[in-house]
């Protein structure tokens, strides 16, 4: 009897099964087949999934199967490593399979109408020269040297660095190495913004290897190109943001994951993926190395390479001292602002500092982490404030463009010209941000170039390149900057960095808070005297004890890090405990958190798990875009206890009966609470 030939499918569905389809009659696919995009009908309409697997029988009676459409044989099938990630990631994070997959597809290559492929044009050879390699420092080298003798198959690495020490050219040299032995690199950056900068260093050291890079702003038929010329393996670099880490290389051989703290590794909404944590992964199945990078490396890496609950995951390589020759580390001091009253925001120690910039014909920079003029407009006649709305956050105020912000949600007012509640027309603006600072900077130095640069000012990509080369070529004395102007870049004049306003992070309700505050003050510091003259970093502070700051005058991450795991392993948080945050959004927060008391009280689950729940409780952003919000989190000091739990609840709460529009989702490992 003639049975027809299955085929298993992923769709980009939410939901937690593939689909199976009849292969036409007359045709025979073969194990060499899977990993082919395909043609499928769906319903009244078509989609493009991807073909898994090829099942000797359906759990589904043949009548019902439908008829499979085209096999998409206009590129390479995707390679079985990229399987096993995408599966890996769809059982971590519990997402279906389908959505992972389809998801990380260029939308221009899971379309049903498929553009007609062109060739890559960033793959084609540079004629190019390339650059000429520096020499090697004393600590480079034996940084290199350690990772050589490691031999061949998976070795995590993390390299701590100082700001300045040379990472960048460990990576290019591992690549260069990864590029004689015929392999693939994959690059991994934090933000879209650092790359125009890396990967002009990087084409101009291989012109040859076709490098193309993969992020969000490129366009759908750069991105499709690209991601193409990675999976033929034109492309023998790949440099890109987290969504990078899927990038089909089928002759994969050296992962990099830049900067690997930043927290924009981890996607926060859709499928909620670590990146470096899937880069691990990626390196372990493929047997390859990785290198993790930072001056301020996450505790959850720093535990894995120096204690012992880490089990010497990560080996440990250290780069202490600036690369370029004479370049030290900025001189840190901290300006204690109950004897030294800032006027505007700024003391006098740190107005002499930038005087004394501007008399030298030198950059300074001015760290302030909040954008707009102010965070509050107020009346002082009836107690008004400018409140969202929508949120339990208030309205901020833009007078550049005389606007009301949500930063939450995005809602947006005119400027009003009274109060809108009593007509009193002298309205104040209550706080700092970086406009209200060049404001008070251009009126306090008028001789002075001063330039904001902020998510405002760099919307775009092609606003943001052309600040920075501004700044580049000297054009600008002062610079304002929020962490946008952290991190990366390498400004030569740049001499003075002054933190305005970090204490509020000092005392968030966030237990993360101080880890971000150090990494990111470490990280605008390193902006200082990177070149021949040397670099002054200047904080604004009411706790000068601090031991945060006196961490970070003496340069001493490792100090820091080791006191904030201390803290970590006695209040049992992570690294040393595993959790997961369901959260649940709707109109009414009794909804929200009566959604999460079912999910704490489902029955199969209550008792049987080596798990802890916390109580459900509102977020600190309790309500956002007319959505009130709950949290509710679990613990396990085993991954793999909680996995298992998360396993089981996940088809319970799928199962609640929910009000109609309450939105609920799982975050594995979350970082933001
Ligand atoms: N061996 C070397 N000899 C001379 N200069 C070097 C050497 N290695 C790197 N440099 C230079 O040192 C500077 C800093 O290097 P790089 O950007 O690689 O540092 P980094 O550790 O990545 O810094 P950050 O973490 O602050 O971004 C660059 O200008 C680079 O060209
Ligand atoms: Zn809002």
């Not at 939901?15 to 007359?26: E, Q, S």
């Amino acid at each position: 009897m003639f049975l027809p030939q299955i085929a298993r499918v992923a769709l980009d569905l939410p939901l937690r099964r593939l689909f199976d389809y009849r292969v036409a009659d007359g045709e025979q696919l073969s194990a060499s087949d899977i990993g082919y995009r395909v043609r499928v009908p769906f319903g009244r309409h078509e989609k493009v999934g991807i073909l898994v697997e090829l099942p000797e029988a359906s759990d589904l009676p043949l009548a019902q199967l439908k008829p499979l459409g085209d096999v998409l044989r206009d590129l390479p099938p995707l390679p079985a490593d990229w399987f096993r990630l995408a599966e890996f990631c769809a059982d971590y994070y519990h997402v279906p399979l389908g959505q992972v997959m389809l998801s990380t597809v260029p939308a221009g290559l899971r379309a049903v109408k498929q553009v007609k492929a062109r060739k890559s044009r960033a793959a084609l050879p540079n004629a190019a020269a390339a650059a000429k390699p520096p020499e090697l420092t004393g600590e480079q080298q034996v940084v290199l040297t350690s990772i050589a003798e490691s031999g061949d198959g998976f070795h995590a690495y993390l390299l701590h660095g100082v700001t300045g020490s040379g990472k960048t050219e460990i990576y290019l040299r591992l690549i260069e190495r990864a590029l004689a032995d015929g392999q693939q690199s994959l690059l991994l950056v934090p933000e879209i913004n650092l790359t125009p900068q890396l990967e002009a260093r990087v084409a101009a050291r291989f012109p040859a290897a076709g490098l193309v890079s993969l992020h969000s702003e490129l366009g759908d038929a750069a991105r499709s190109r690209n991601w193409r010329a990675a999976l033929t393996g034109e492309a023998r670099i790949v440099l890109g943001t987290r969504l990078a880490i899927f990038t089909p290389l089928p002759e994969l051989g050296l992962i990099v994951v830049d900067e690997e703290h930043d927290a924009s590794f981890k996607q926060q909404d859709g499928i909620r993926y670590s990146a470096r944590d899937l880069a691990v992964l990626r390196a372990r199945q493929r047997a390859i190395k990785i290198v993790l990078g930072s001056a301020t490396p996450s505790l959850e890496s720093w535990a894995n390479a120096t204690t012992a609950a880490g089990r010497g995951r990560y080996r440990l390589l250290t780069l202490s001292e600036r690369a370029v020759e004479g370049a030290r580390l900025p001189a840190v001091q901290r300006i204690d602002t109950r004897l030294d009253k800032p006027q505007d925001g700024l003391s006098s120690a740190l107005l002499r500092a930038i005087e004394e910039r501007l008399a030298r014909g030198e950059q300074s920079l001015l760290f302030l982490n909040r954008r707009g003029y102010a965070p509050v407009l107020a009346c002082a006649a009836c107690g008004w404030t400018s409140h969202c709305h929508r949120c339990a956050a208030n309205l901020v105020l833009h007078l550049a463009d005389r606007r009301l912000r949500c930063h939450h949600c995005g809602f947006e007012a005119r400027l009003p010209k009274a109060c809108p509640t009593c007509g009193n027309q002298d309205l104040s603006a209550f706080g700092r941000g970086t406009q209200r600072l060049e404001a008070v900077l251009a009126a306090r130095f008028p001789e002075a170039r001063v330039l904001r640069v902020d998510r405002d000012a760099a919307s775009s990509r092609k606003q943001w390149e052309a600040l920075v080369a501004r700044i580049y070529s000297g054009d600008a004395d002062i610079l304002v900057g929020t962490q946008m102007l952290a991190k990366g870049h390498d400004f030569p004049k740049l001499t003075l960095v002054g933190a305005i306003a970090p204490d509020a992070a000092l005392f968030a309700a966030d237990w993360r808070a101080p880890e971000r505050l150090f990494a990111q003050l470490m990280q605008v510091a390193g902006r200082a005297g990177r070149a021949e003259h040397p670099g002054e970093f200047l904080i604004q502070t009411q706790f000068p004890e601090h031991p945060l700051y006196t961490a970070l005058v003496g340069h001493d991450f490792p100090g820091f890090a080791a006191e904030l795991l201390d803290e970590r392993q006695q209040a049992g948080f992570p690294p040393y405990a595993h959790q997961a945050m369901l959260r649940a959004e709707a109109p009414l927060m009794a909804d929200a958190l009566g959604f999460l008391k079912s999910a704490r009280h489902c029955p199969a689950v209550e008792g049987q798990h080596a798990v802890t729940f916390y109580d459900p409780v509102p977020m600190r952003l309790a309500r956002r875009a007319s959505f009130e919000r709950g949290q509710l989190l679990v613990e396990s000091p085993a991954r793999r206890a909680l996995q298992g739990f998360l396993a089981d609840w996940l088809p319970q709460l799928e199962a609640i009966k929910a009000p109609s529009r309450l939105r609920w989702h799982l975050e594995v490992d979350p970082l933001e609470f």
